[in-house]
């Protein structure tokens, strides 16, 4: 083997190594810089690219993977999840309490990506704590723990804005944990548990009163009951004694007519229902126990005859 075949060999070798030097694949959402003599020249996109060896070379950049920085020559384009370490804060009330954050973020321009910002990962990390911290700093503490929207809502707003210089989408912000010292959280337990007593005595005092008006109303029922059954029972005997009286009265009409019809117009019926009245009497004052001397007038015999004269008419018949 001469020379000129080594030299073949060495030929092949390096046209290859030149072209897998020059031949970049780069996968789908991820994207390469390419400097040529130390300028920008180019943005890889997905597939297949053809750079000049030793001309053209990748810019390194810092990147987050998984929660670390990492220095690769690749820019990922999807989503990616920060998870921020707990950092403490001070609210308007002058609390301090820890936060930890989650920041979802995405890198839309890979220029402004690489020139516009160095190490961008750390960037965004200490524009997100600073931002924070101001936020929390204009609430208090009741407001820090019943406004997490609106504490993610304002943190997305001005980390989008401010990164949006540097090639960054902010999609969306998590607080993950709010923490407050565990005095405050001792605080907190008790005021709840003042709470939860106050609302059980509101509602025993509730019910109590609801029972106490339910028994009220339950007896104004029954004492409106009893008056209506009272008055319907006054009417009935009222009514019933009307009729008794009206047919005690008819009877007695029967019976003054019976006796006109029997005497005719030689006795007079009222000396007649008179006597029998006064025979009544004799019969009750005679009836007591001790001896009476009973002094009757003048008038009263002549009744007398009357009733005896009636009665040979009725005997007669």
């Known amino acids: 083997m001469d ?8 030929i092949v070798v390096l046209a290859l190594i030149f072209v897998k030097m020059a031949v970049v694949i780069i996968p789908q959402s991820e994207t390469k810089i390419i400097e040529r003599l130390g300028k920008y020249y180019a943005t890889l996109k997905p597939g297949i690219n053809i750079i000049i060896p030793f001309i053209d070379r990748a810019k390194t950049i810092v990147t987050l993977t998984r929660g670390r920085y990492v220095y690769s020559n690749t820019i990922d384009l999807r989503e990616q999840v920060y998870d921020f370490d707990k950092q403490n804060v001070i609210t308007k009330d002058n609390i301090q309490m820890q936060i930890n954050a989650l920041l979802y973020f995405q890198i839309v321009d890979p220029f402004k990506a690489v020139y516009e910002i ?59 944990d709010i923490t407050p010292p565990s005095s405050v959280l001792q ?11 106050k609302r059980a005595t509101i509602l025993t005092s509730e019910g109590n009163k609801q029972a106490q008006i339910l028994q009220s109303e339950g007896e104004k029922a029954a004492t409106i009951n009893r008056a209506e ?25 029967v019976a003054i007519q ?16 008179l006597a029998q009245k006064y025979i009544q009497m004799l019969n009750q004052v005679a009836s007591g126990d001790k001896t009476k001397t009973v002094f009757l007038p003048y008038e009263s015999s002549n009744l007398m005859g009357s009733i005896g004269g009636i009665k040979e008419l009725f005997k007669g018949e």
């Open 118 to 176: 160095n190490n961008l990962p750390n960037a965004i990390e200490k524009l997100t704590q600073t931002t924070l911290r101001n936020i929390i700093g204009e609430m208090e503490l009741d407001q820090t723990l019943t406004s997490r929207d609106t504490i993610n809502t304002k943190l997305r707003g001005v980390l989008d804005d401010a990164t949006n210089k540097w090639g960054i989408k902010v999609n969306r912000v998590e607080l993950q």
């Open 3 to 10: 020379i000129g075949f080594y030299a073949l060999i060495i």
């Open 229 to 253: 059954a009272d008055k319907q029972q006054a009417i009935l005997r009222a009514e019933g004694e009307a009729t008794a009286r009206i047919r005690k009265a008819e009877a007695e009409a």
């Open 187 to 197: 605080a907190m337990e008790k005021q709840m548990q003042a709470e939860r007593d």
């Open 258 to 273: 019976k006796i006109t019809e029997a005497v005719g117009q030689s006795t007079n019926p009222a000396n007649y229902l």
